[in-house]
């Protein structure tokens, strides 16, 4: 079984930065890839960004030039660095892992960001 565990969610102003992260541990063999997922209130989850075990970046048109994805130097440690927060960003932010083996998600159970203007 894997667990997650994410930290570093907040209130922030817009225009600040937060930093996320998130701990993978359990019964990981190797990873797929790791990134993190949004949900706002009244909206669909929605991926914002991953990376791949090899490195390769991925990130939703909205947060490009101001999200970086990170793997520590734990590879099954993840982070988000959320730099030029808008209201728009608020939401809960899901850490999520993709296993190779099985090709199956494993969630954390979010970490809550929230942008005042």
């Known amino acids: 079984q894997v667990q997650l565990v994410e930290s570093g969610g907040g209130l922030v102003q817009a225009g600040g930065s937060l930093k996320l992260s998130c701990a993978a541990s359990?019964?990981?063999?190797?990873?797929?890839?790791m990134g993190w997922y949004r949900q706002a209130p009244g909206k669909q989850r929605e991926l914002v960004a991953h990376?791949?075990?090899?490195?390769?970046?991925y990130y939703v048109d909205s947060v490009k030039g101001r999200f970086t994805i990170s793997r520590g130097n734990a590879k099954n440690t993840v982070y988000l660095t959320m730099n030029s927060l808008k209201p728009e960003d608020t939401a809960v932010y899901y850490c999520n892992v993709r296993l190779s083996a099985t090709m199956l998600d494993y969630w954390g159970q979010g970490t809550q960001v929230t942008v005042s203007s």
């Open positions: 990376i791949t075990s090899g490195g390769s970046t």
């Open positions: 359990g019964s990981i063999f190797s990873i797929s890839r």
